[in-house]
């Protein structure tokens, strides 16, 4: 089991935009840029999961 699946949606959501703040500040070397590239990349992907999941718990509800 990877690291983000066991954040929950605001905890992957504040570090993606921690990376994202990062990246743009143009102060990070090529190699830790991509590294925070990829673990936002990561983050964006687990945030989208956990909305479809609830998307779909939802739907549910409504059966």
């Known amino acids: 089991m990877m690291a ?3 954040l ?3 905890a992957a959501s504040a570090r993606a935009e921690e990376l994202a703040s990062l990246l743009e500040s143009g102060t990070l070397s090529l190699e830790e840029s991509l590294r925070c590239y990829e673990e936002g990349i990561a983050l964006v992907k687990h945030c989208e999961n ?3 999941e609830a998307k779909l718990r939802i739907c ?3 059966d």
Do not use: A, N, Q, V
Request: glycine share 0%; no cysteine; net charge negative.
């Open 60 to 62: 549910r509800l409504d």
């Open 8 to 10: 929950t949606f605001e």
């Open 4 to 6: 983000e699946e066991k």
């Open 50 to 52: 956990l909305l479809e």
